[in-house]
């Protein structure tokens, strides 16, 4: 079963035979529920309720040409229900309401109308120090749970390890970075033929596909933030894994850099978690330049308000980190 786009007789049928939706409930409204870029996620009300189903498929929503393994939402359950025993966490959390294993779908609470922060990189939303500090709090929390059965995750980790230490730096990839913006490909050159550079990328990416005693998010960045009328937040767990806390602060804090927030702000943010938690600084740093490159040389591009100018900036602080 295929969810499709456009509500239809068979997909409603579905949502019946399974019981989410009763002989007495008309279903009023069935809209794509945001701009998510793994999966298909849409949004079912109807005269006396609203819930969320989310189905993952063979390939990347956003980049239908990205071949992804369907079983992702299978660890996305799996992350739900380890987390469910933090009450801390499960209030960032939607509800989960019924897991269809066979059809890869996931239904879950309807959280209501609400922004995620991608606005923070085109500064048209901010993110405040108490905000930084709850995000923070979440992560030490969830870097705190020892599950002892978390799936591998093996073939999202993999998939996440080709765009993230790969397939950026191929000098003949197929993706031109001047249809992104003039002059990008131009100044990824130097990295793409900086075989030092290479290499080292090449070892961060091993010690990212080892396995590790921390549950991480595995994408804990401003498209994971949700802001509603009860409060944060933070969905999309499908690239979750046992690995380095230092990743998923490094990815939080290369955002940051991205969006243009201030030293300051993200020198509190990395002085909140090492209230809480010891960090292996350079891991993290090294985790962070490497977010930042992948971002702005390879396939998954962000809505970033900056000049070739000050892309070339980040990029050669990125590299000053990583030599």
Do not use: C
């Not at 989410?20 to 949004?43: C, I």
């Not at 396939?299 to 030599?323: G, M, R, T």
């Amino acid at each position: 079963m295929i969810l499709t786009e456009e509500l239809n007789k068979e997909t409603e049928a579905y949502f019946r035979e399974k019981g989410w939706l009763k002989a007495e409930n008309e279903l009023l409204e069935y809209v794509k529920a945001g701009e998510g870029n793994m999966n298909f996620v849409a949004r079912v009300k109807t005269n006396g309720f609203s819930f969320i189903v989310k189905q993952s498929r063979a390939y990347v929503e956003k980049y239908k040409q990205v071949p992804a393994p369907i079983e992702r939402i299978e660890v996305e359950h799996a992350f739900y229900m380890a987390t469910a025993e933090s009450e801390f966490i499960n209030g960032f959390s939607p509800e989960i309401l019924d897991f269809d294993e066979e059809n890869h779908v996931l239904v879950m609470e309807d959280l209501g109308e609400g922004t995620d922060f991608l606005g923070l990189y085109a500064g048209k939303i901010p993110v405040t120090k108490e905000e930084i500090v709850v995000l923070i709090k979440y992560l030490m929390a969830l870097h705190s749970l020892k599950p002892s059965d978390f799936p591998e995750n093996a073939d999202m980790k993999s998939l996440n390890h080709e765009h993230i230490f790969n397939y950026p730096y191929l000098e003949e990839n197929g993706f031109d970075l001047n249809s992104v913006q003039e002059g990008l490909q131009e100044l990824a050159m130097p990295i793409k033929q900086n075989e030092v550079l290479k290499a080292k990328i090449k070892e961060i990416g091993n010690k990212y596909l080892v396995n590790g005693k921390t549950l991480l998010h595995g994408d804990f960045y401003p498209g994971s933030w949700l802001k509603v009328e009860k409060g944060l937040k933070v969905i999309d767990p499908e690239f979750a894994f046992m690995g380095d806390p230092e990743f998923d602060l490094g990815v939080m804090l290369a955002h940051f850099k991205m969006a243009g927030l201030s030293e300051e702000l993200i020198d509190f943010t990395q002085g909140q978690y090492k209230k809480g938690r010891s960090i292996d600084e350079k891991l993290l740093s090294e985790y962070m330049a490497v977010e930042v490159l992948r971002r702005l040389i390879g396939l998954a591009q962000l809505p970033l308000n900056l000049s070739i100018k000050q892309k070339k900036i980040l990029i050669n602080e990125a590299v000053d980190i990583l030599q």
